[in-house]
């Protein structure tokens, strides 16, 4: 494999990279955590949009509860991104033969 085609190789998949990771910030996931308590819709960006708390979640009494069915919530969603991510990079990178 000459030099030339492997530069345009790796320009390609760094293109085809950009615009996974621009499709993959602006797509919306949406966790649903504690029974469906917590609702969270957050962008691969990792922007939260929204997030939704019914009513019967909230106890004045058990401030630590609520905290920790957010927190649970939060890291479900941001682990959904993560793994999406993974996913977008094992595939650009399975395709690339290496000369060596």
């Known amino acids: 494999m ?3 085609a492997l530069m345009q190789q790796a320009q390609k998949m760094q293109k085809d990279m950009e ?5 993959l910030e602006s797509t919306l996931f ?17 922007k939260i949009e929204k997030i939704d708390i019914d009513k019967d979640a909230i ?6 509860m609520l ?11 941001m682990e959904k991104i993560d793994n999406e ?3 977008i990079q ?8 290496m000369p060596f």
């Open 19 to 23: 615009k996974a990771q621009k499709q």
């Open 30 to 46: 949406e966790v649903e955590s504690a029974g469906g308590a917590i609702k969270i819709s957050i962008y691969g960006s990792r």
């Open 90 to 97: 094992a595939k650009m990178t399975s395709g690339m033969r």
């Open 67 to 77: 905290e920790d069915m957010l927190k649970i919530a939060i890291n479900e969603a």
């Open 2 to 4: 000459n030099i030339n």
């Open 59 to 64: 106890d004045p009494e058990d401030k630590e």
């Open 85 to 87: 991510q993974a996913k």
